[in-house]
């Protein structure tokens, strides 16, 4: 079974965390906890190609898995940017 966000009454989409399978709290279609969301669109030279792959992350998953990198996440502050 695909756990997506698949449910279409009242624009009630169900988000998970594709780690750990945690049901990400969505309200009238607004993610209200923070998750980390990536798409990637793979290319020619890879093992995808034409493919579109896309997962969540809740914030505890995000921890775990970027806490195992070699060389960590690069943050910056939104003030920063802006
Ligand atoms: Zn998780």
């Known amino acids: 079974m695909v756990k997506r ?7 009630d989409m169900q988000i998970y965390c594709n780690a750990c399978g ?6 009238n279609g607004i993610l209200k906890e923070d998750a980390f969301e990536a798409v990637k669109e793979w290319g020619y030279f890879s093992e995808w190609d034409t493919q579109i792959h896309r997962f969540n992350l809740c914030e505890m998953c995000y921890k775990k898995i970027t806490g195992e990198f ?7 502050n939104k003030t920063e940017i802006m």
């Open 22 to 27: 945690k049901k990400l709290k969505v309200e």
């Open 5 to 11: 966000a698949a449910s279409n009454k009242n624009d």
């Open 70 to 76: 070699k060389i960590p996440v690069e943050v910056k």
